[in-house]
């Protein structure tokens, strides 16, 4: 089911830095989306996911970066960037 991993950061003050796993376990547990595509995502570690065949990279980070904020974990001058490994 989570056949894909991914690396999710994000830039402060010029250097990428892995987003916390709490950060991504708040995203994960929280089903804030109502879209059922992001139920197939799990956080492993800081700065890491693995996500189903059927989860959308962009739609997902667009819906991260857009949580984190409303959380106030991402700064206003940063961008989320997820990488599939």
């Known amino acids: ?4 991993k991914i690396r999710a950061e994000y830039v402060d003050r010029g250097r990428a830095v ?6 991504l376990d708040s995203f994960s547990m929280r089903n804030f989306t109502n879209a059922s595509v992001f139920d197939d995502t799990v956080p492993v570690g800081d700065g890491l996911m693995e996500i189903g065949t059927n989860v959308p990279l962009e739609q997902l980070r667009e819906a991260m970066e857009d949580w984190f904020r409303r959380k106030s974990y991402l ?3 940063s961008k989320l960037s997820l990488e599939e490994l």
Do not use: I, S
């Open 1 to 4: 089911m989570f056949a894909r």
């Open 75 to 77: 700064p206003k001058d």
């Open 18 to 23: 892995l987003c916390p796993l709490k950060w």
